[in-house]
Each structure stands twice: as structure tokens, then as C-alpha cells.
């Protein structure tokens, strides 16, 4: 088998519209285009958002707020999902949620308090939830949140 036997065979495919040539295939003369005009020119329409000189629906309507290009966005973790990836290891480390896949490599991690904390652990990242905090003291253990 080779590519050219691969569906969609040859007489499925959509033939592509050659347009100008003669008058007998029905798209001759002006090309579908018409007679004349803006349209009919190369190069011819109007720009997007151009509504014929009224005012466009862009500038109609009021500007609101604004991005902030300094905030930080935080991939979250729930405890729950945390401790299921590292079964029985007593430290966690950003490189090691990293490395497990649990987030993207370099993003901010902030964990969430959702899941049970049975035995003592020491989990690393950049921010904590309240509870995610009380919990991992709770069961003994050390949230230690890092700088950036």
C-alpha cells in the first residue's frame, strides 16, 4: 500500500476551482466576481471591522479594565492527587512534582487542601492553601513554601 491508495480515493476529492477559463465552464469572463466594482478589483474588499463608514462595533463599545502583565499564575495541586503520585515518600520536592509531570516545568505551584494527610511529610512549592497547611502540620509534617 502507498500514500496515493490511501482514502479519500482520487474521484472523492474535491476538485479545486479554476476560474478565467472560458466561458463554457461557467466561471469564465469575470471570474465570479461580477461586473465592476470594489470587489471585482484585485486586491478589492474592505478591511475587517470596516462597516461601510458607520461607526464600527470595536470603537462603539467602552474599553474595560486592563491585563495585568506581572501576575502570577499558579498551577494548583490538590493534596489528595499529591500524595497519590508519592506513595510513601516522606519529602517532596518542586523537582520532583516537576519531574512526576504533576505540572509544567517551570510554572508556579501553589497546593490545595483537598485529600487526607495520614503520615508525616515535608512538601515544597511556591504557595499553600490555609487548610493544605494545617492539614500537613496536622499529620506532623512541614509545608515549606519558596520564594517567586
Not at 461557467?26 to 470587489?39: D, F, V, Y
Not at 490545595?112 to 511529610?121: F, K, P, Y
Request: aromatic share 6%; with cysteine.
Amino acid at each position: 500500500m502507498r500514500l496515493h491508495d490511501l482514502y479519500p480515493f482520487p474521484e472523492e476529492r474535491k476538485t479545486r476551482k479554476r476560474v478565467g477559463r472560458g466561458s463554457g465552464s461557467g466561471l469564465g469572463c469575470t471570474s465570479g466576481k461580477g461586473n465592476k466594482g470594489q470587489n471585482a478589483r484585485a486586491g478589492g474588499g474592505v478591511r475587517p471591522g470596516f462597516e461601510g463608514g458607520q461607526m464600527p462595533l470595536q470603537r462603539r463599545l467602552p474599553k474595560r479594565g486592563f491585563k495585568n502583565m506581572f501576575a502570577v499564575k499558579y498551577e494548583v495541586i490538590n493534596l489528595a492527587r499529591l500524595l497519590a503520585a508519592f506513595e510513601g515518600k516522606a519529602e517532596i520536592t518542586l523537582d520532583d512534582i516537576y519531574d512526576r509531570g504533576l505540572c509544567s516545568l517551570g510554572s508556579a505551584v501553589k497546593i490545595l487542601g483537598e485529600g487526607d494527610v495520614t503520615t508525616a511529610i515535608k512538601v515544597e512549592a511556591h504557595k499553600f492553601s490555609a487548610s493544605a497547611v494545617e492539614k500537613i502540620r496536622n499529620a506532623g509534617g512541614e509545608a515549606k513554601a519558596l520564594e517567586g
